[in-house]
């Protein structure tokens, strides 16, 4: 069953959050809408040759529709994140010896960080899905101010290790794009958008 985060308005479709990340929790609840959170079954194993902002749409996708077989009267949102470094994908380092390596390579360098959001009803047939694009510039960085950053805020689950909303805002120089939450993980004016289409009332 998915944890519920609040109760839900019986005159709508039930939301639910098909992630277990708290930053996306987080930024949903920043909607003040009631949902429910469930766990996406779904390999993330990038595709041979697979682009970042093809494996980020493919990834929010396929984690939408799965959690929408499970319960296929609710409106679902997913969403997926990929660091796109000149083509090749950087995901959630997992340990602190591959977020060094992960800042080490990004040190004075323009990333993109590519998150995707899909939002998917199968009881009334809806799938749509949207792209935020994030430019981020980072400093040149020396080696004990990437060990002093991991070792304060320990960003292991966040793509490219990147944690803008804590202390890795002094990682950056300068971070571009057009929907503020998308770097945290989910892009809320395309989600609000999204959800409006799929036919939920927002404030």
Do not use: W
């Not at 009803?121 to 430019?135: K, S």
């Amino acid at each position: 069953m998915p944890e519920t985060i609040t109760a839900l308005r019986p005159t709508e479709r039930p939301l639910i959050l098909g992630s277990t990340s708290r930053y996306r929790r987080e930024l949903l609840t920043r909607l003040r809408l009631p949902f429910e959170t469930a766990a996406p079954q779904v390999d993330e194993t990038p595709q041979a040759g697979e682009l970042p902002v093809d494996l980020a749409l493919r990834l929010a996708r396929a984690k939408a529709m799965e959690v929408a077989q499970r319960f296929p009267q609710a409106v679902v949102i997913s969403s997926d994140q990929v660091a796109d470094l000149d083509g090749e994908p950087l995901g959630k380092p997992g340990t602190h010896e591959r977020a060094v390596a992960q800042l080490t390579r990004m040190s004075g360098r323009t990333v993109i960080f590519q998150t995707a959001v899909s939002v998917a009803c199968l009881a009334t047939g809806f799938e749509q899905f949207d792209l935020a694009a994030v430019e981020v510039q980072f400093r040149p960085l020396r080696a004990d101010e990437i060990e002093a950053y991991l070792r304060a805020e320990q960003p292991y689950d966040c793509a490219g290790s990147a944690k803008s909303e804590g202390l890795g805002i002094s990682l950056l120089d300068r971070i571009v794009n057009d929907d503020p939450t998308a770097l945290i993980g989910l892009p809320l004016i395309r989600t609000c958008r999204l959800l409006r289409a799929a036919g939920l009332t927002l404030a």
